[in-house]
């Protein structure tokens, strides 16, 4: 960093400026486990701030790095170019809430799970919600259009967002959408910043579409003979019209290692089925009638309603452990999230099937079955597998499109996925993305590096 530049950022951000190799050191990896060495972390407070940080690196051509709390899988806060990174983590209030026009105004470096807690006494919720929303921040969420178990009927980030205050790459600040919940003036640029990663502009605030808490909730546990059968099932829940709140599946292998957290609420079986039904009580009866109709089917072992809270609890926190406890059983796990249309489901599970023994690599699958958002976790265990496990991600993004379906559901591309987007997108969409790109960032300053492969 030029002494110009440093100068400057003193100036702008007294007292939140950071240049030891420490904390540059802190601010350098994210949950992908890739690192890079930034030149300089800042933490911004106020839309103002941001707007003179992006002005400088601009005028001394500096990248500059957003970040929420680095949970994101993809490398996609990694400054891969070196820079400045801006940490959004005091940049965290919720700013309003108004349950009148079901709208909550947040800075970008609030938790989810802070806001979420924020809204319950309000009756209301913000439908996105990654496993990570205790520590994960609305302004990571909106760069990788982040989601959960409830997209399946709620929708994911993009869904769930009327308006956006940022400053893009040219350092011009605006502002885009509205807080109404209809609007037809002119191009959707909330919609397209949200899933850029922060490579077209930094965002600084963001009004949100809350949802009414429903009433009431029950959960039923499918299980199956084998994931096709599992599969199947999932295709038929969909095609009915009572859409479930969430509906996740879990293979055989998923099933064991959930089993070692989640103790006997996780039953021994073929596959898994973990449904949730949403709604006012009076009318949740027939839903959960028509959903278990649908579940019915060959294959079936047993359809059961979690009996209690606890049974309830145990299932979806085996759910959710089951991402860390892959780590554990191999470090260096590639986890993708692509997704396919929903009736592809056990065609992709039979490809994956077919990987695994070919590779001879253990696969598991598991994931958001509502949305064909499926957790293709791929776990070499020694360097040799590794060396597979590279070479078999091509076979499985290859499978995807011929599927139909893309590349990732909610994680994004960041550096990861960036040199497999040729796969899913076409060279003119490609192109004019690129464009895009141009028009928010001229000098290629923000986020360099993530989204979009070399021309
Ligand atoms: C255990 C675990 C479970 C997870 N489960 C899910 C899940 O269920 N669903 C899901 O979708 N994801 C999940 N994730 C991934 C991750 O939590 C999400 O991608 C999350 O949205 C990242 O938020 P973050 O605050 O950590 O952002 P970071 O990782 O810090 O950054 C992510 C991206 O956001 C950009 N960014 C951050 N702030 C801004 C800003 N103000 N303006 C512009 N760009 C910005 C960064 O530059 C980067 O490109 C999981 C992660 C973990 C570790």
Known sequence: MNAELSDCLRTIFPGALETDAATRAVYGYDNSRREAMPDAVVFPSTHEQVVSLVRACRAHQTPLVARGRGTNTTGASVPVEGGIVASFERMNRILAIDPANRLAVVEPGALNADLQAALRPHGLFWPPDPTSAPYCTIGGNLACNAGGPRAVKYGATRDNVLALRAVAGTGEDFRCGTPTTKGAAGYDLTRLLIGSEGTLAVVTEATLKLTP?????????????????????????????????????????????????????????????????????????????????????????????????????????ARRALSPALRTLSPKKINEDVVVPVSRIPALVAAMRDLSQRYALPIVCFGHAGNGNVHVNLLPRDEAELARAEECLREVFAVVIRLDGTLSGEHGIGLAKRDFMALAVDASALALMRRVKSAFDPDGILNPGKLLPPP
Do not use: C, K
């Open 213 to 317: 808490l429903p009433r009431a909730t029950r959960t039923l546990r499918a299980t199956y003979t084998n994931i096709e059968a599992a599969a199947a099932a999932v295709a038929r829940i969909m095609a009915q019209p009572s859409t479930p709140s969430a509906l996740e599946f879990l293979d055989s292998e998923s099933l064991r290692l959930a089993r070692a957290r989640g103790g006997d609420a996780v039953p021994d079986a073929g596959a898994l089925l973990l449904i949730e039904a949403d709604g006012d009580e009076n009318a949740l009866g027939a839903a959960v009638d028509a959903i278990s109709t649908a579940a019915r089917g060959e294959g079936l072992i047993a359809l059961t309603g979690a009996s209690t809270a606890d049974d309830v609890a145990a299932l979806w926190a």
